[in-house]
């Protein structure tokens, strides 16, 4: 995986020399190309949408969602080198309509003189509506480039009109390996960390994806000047942080996750319960747990029984609401939930068969008469004609088809014949049999 901020020492010296000397160590290790952003090759790569946006010289405007110190920020100045443009930055933490009205002025302005402007705004989400209208005109205009970063979903935060002109990119959390090589980076310019090897593994476990944290960590311990490597029951005591203790097995951390993943799937509700314990006593974080919890009720319960999801996400409420060691039991709920429903992988599988069906079928026109026709020409040359509304047909269930005409009708969801999938598989096959007799 290539390192986000170089690999060697003198890459690192000359990247320290063009920031402040008392800059954060984080600043100071900031990739000064796209080439050098760690984790997030599917945007930035070649092949990824922000990579063909600078080989083509011309940027669209965009939203960069993704968790904490993922390299939204860096992104967006990276792009605007990338391309010669100016790069105005604004946080809607701390900026208001008099800052935006001054920004887009001077914006305009530059406009007239033939520069381009890359407008990013950090924590977009935290502009209300109104405020979001305001980028409107400026970015229909081509005034700005606009560029927002989010850690929260843009299709609950977002307008959909401001939505509509700008293309959602994902950031992905940075892994053990990403991470890892941040902190070989940090070593190469500042010395060796004053930890253990397990100590080591113990903090990159703790940041969780998080590489601004990681290196805010390791400037902690620089600074501290420590005599004697840390432990990581020493790393966790100086931190005053939980990170996890896995013995001296480097790998402690996965293996425990993919033993409690598979004895919950195993619907072992006593080994599920004891590594989860194993995780939560050694100190993994509980965020990063509920994570594992929310995945498994939809990747092997799903439907089989729709309340494992409902409870996985109530487990991290109250997590967040109590905090620990209170919050912990929620967590244990819904573990304990999770290993004795019903298992179903039937959803997990059905999303990949239709992503792939996508795939393979482009753009294949839907039937005529299931398209919208909101006006007289579209009505005229066929559109909605035909359709049935399903609350007047018999049993409510037209039978109509909605596949496009190039397209037989695929299976791509099969429910088993376990928990509430054994109510809905028995739905679909009563569908089927009224649609068979109507067609």
């Not at 900026?95 to 935006?100: F, I, K, N, Q, T």
């Not at 425990?256 to 319960?273: E, F, M, N, V």
Request: hydrophobic share 40%.
């Amino acid at each position: 995986m290539t390192d986000l901020f170089g690999n060697d020492a003198a890459e690192a010296q000359s990247r320290a020399e063009e920031a402040r000397e008392d800059a954060p160590l984080a600043d100071r290790l900031r990739p000064r190309n796209l080439s050098e952003i760690i984790g997030q090759d599917h945007v930035t790569g070649p092949n990824g949408p922000i990579g063909r946006m600078v080989a083509a010289g011309k940027l669209s405007s965009m939203i960069l969602w993704g968790p904490p110190g993922t390299g939204k920020t860096s992104i967006a100045r990276l792009l605007a080198d990338a391309v010669g443009m100016r790069f105005i930055s604004v946080s809607a933490v701390f900026s208001g309509v008099a800052d935006l009205k001054k920004a887009f002025a001077e914006a305009d302005r530059m406009a007239s003189a033939g520069q381009r402007t890359l407008l990013f705004v950090d924590e977009i989400h935290r502009f209300n509506r109104a405020q979001q209208d305001g980028f409107l005109p400026f970015v229909e205009r081509g005034t700005v480039t606009l560029v927002g970063a989010t850690t929260e979903n843009p299709s609950f935060e977002l307008n959909a009109a401001l939505l509509s002109r700008s293309q959602v990119l994902i950031l992905h959390r940075l892994d053990a390996e990403a991470l890892g090589q941040l902190l070989d980076r940090a070593e190469a310019l500042e010395g060796p960390l004053p930890l253990t090897n397990d100590a080591r593994d113990a903090l990159i476990a703790s940041a969780d994806g998080d590489g601004r944290f990681l290196l805010n960590q390791a400037e902690t311990l620089y600074n501290a000047a420590l005599d004697e490597p840390l432990d990581p029951a020493g790393l966790g005591s100086f931190l005053q942080r939980r990170v996890a203790v896995y013995d001296k097995d480097r790998d402690g951390h996965y293996n425990l996750i993919s033993a409690l993943h598979k004895s919950l799937r195993g619907s072992d509700p006593q080994a599920s319960l004891y590594y989860l314990a194993r995780m939560l006593v050694a100190g993994e974080e509980p965020l990063y747990v509920l994570r594992r919890l929310v995945r498994f009720a939809s990747e092997d319960i799903g439907l089989a029984d729709p309340q494992a999801l409902t409870q996985c996400l109530a487990a991290k409420d109250a997590y967040q609401f109590l905090g620990s060691p209170e919050g912990e039991l929620a967590i244990v709920q819904a573990c304990l939930y999770c290993a004795t429903a019903p298992k179903s992988n039937a959803a997990y599988a059905a999303q990949k068969a239709a992503f792939r069906a996508a795939r393979e079928t482009g753009s294949l026109m839907p039937p005529a008469n299931i398209l919208n026709a909101p006006t007289k020409l579209m009505k005229e040359v066929g559109y909605g004609e035909g359709y049935t509304y399903d609350h007047e047909a018999d049993d409510g269930f037209s039978g109509d088809n909605y596949w496009p005409e190039e397209l037989e009708p695929l299976a791509l969801y099969a429910p088993v014949e376990r928990g509430f999938e054994r109510k809905i598989r028995e739905r679909i096959a009563y569908w089927d049999k009224l649609r068979s007799e109507r067609t």
